[in-house]
């Protein structure tokens, strides 16, 4: 498969790991405990889900999403995509979670329905990466007992003095009630919108038609694109055609699974061909992207 850009792992804003790890399988997966009087305090309901999606503790997450949002997602997905931790590599960031700080800033709302924003404070996860073997899931779970206990007294001890490296942020989020409980609504049903355009400044000679001019997708699917291309002129055209996905911060999350016009095209004279590219939107899109843009940039070469 070949990707539009880097395959280095960007990841959402809470997110600890550099690298992306599955090591949950379908059979270990448990519901946390039931609800408690906590989830009947917007705040609190918070503080728990940011906690758990910084440790990728996702099953834990997931029961603080709300119902409508499951109804698109089952567990099993939801874990597979973001990519959940196991292991003593979870115990280790579940104790990082710890230290995790979150200031309300504003509410707004109706008693069944709000918005809080909130100002967090983190554990800085670049700056621990020595002290936990790059976040190497596979060294940290393979660490003998007493060694693992030794890390997480050490990661314990710097939390109560305060020496971590933080980083800090804001973000919004909106709650639901359900019942006498309070639940993330991340809007799942919305899906991702890619819009699709064509920049021809640069090809004259060309008409291009899409076979479609927007998708709208969930994290994970896959979408093909067709593109009709006709020469007008009396000589063979080649074009490159490029592909500008923005916000650029996330372009690495939209995928190629197979493009038939990654390298320069050629078209006849007075004809049109027709060429098709596949793409994977990725599972592992951070939560609240609402839309990618792509543009097809085509660039005359003769």
Not at 18 to 47: G, K, Y
Not at 150 to 167: K, P, T
Not at 232 to 239: C, F, N, R
Request: net charge neutral; proline share 6%.
């Amino acid at each position: 498969m070949r990707m539009i850009s880097s395959d280095r792992a960007k990841m959402a804003w809470l997110t600890v790991p550099i690298i992306f790890v599955s090591l949950l399988a379908a059979n270990r997966m448990t519901w946390p405990a039931e609800p408690s009087l906590s989830d009947q305090d917007p705040a609190r309901v918070l503080q728990a889900y940011v906690r758990a999606t910084y440790a990728r503790d996702f099953v834990a997450a997931y029961r603080f999403i709300s119902t409508e949002d499951r109804k698109v997602r089952d567990l099993n997905r939801y874990v597979q995509q973001r990519g959940s931790y196991g292991g003593f590599i979870l115990e280790a960031a579940r104790k990082l979670s710890e230290y995790v700080e979150i200031q309300t800033l504003k509410t707004q709302g109706s008693p069944n329905r709000v918005h809080m924003s909130i100002k967090y404070l983190v554990p800085d996860p670049q700056k621990l990466a020595p002290l936990l073997f790059n976040w190497d899931p596979y060294r940290l779970n393979a660490l003998p007992p007493a060694e693992q206990k030794r890390l997480i007294d050490s990661l314990d001890q710097r939390g109560r003095e305060g020496s971590f490296a933080m980083s800090q942020g804001e973000e919004t989020f909106e709650l639901v009630k359900e019942s006498n409980d309070w639940r993330i609504f991340l809007n799942w049903a919305a899906g991702v919108k890619i819009p699709l355009r064509l920049d021809l400044s640069k090809s004259t000679d060309l008409d291009v038609a899409l076979s479609k001019n927007e998708f709208v997708l969930q994290p994970g699917e896959v979408f093909e694109i067709v593109l009709k291309i006709k020469n007008h002129a009396k000589q063979p055209v080649t074009a490159r055609i490029g592909h500008l996905v923005e916000p650029s911060s996330i372009a690495d999350f939209l995928d190629f699974v197979q493009c038939g016009f990654l390298l320069p095209v050629t078209v006849q004279p007075e004809k049109e061909q027709e060429f098709s590219g596949t793409y994977m939107l990725r599972g592992s899109l951070p939560e609240g992207i609402r839309q990618l843009n792509l543009t097809y940039d085509f660039r005359q070469l003769q």
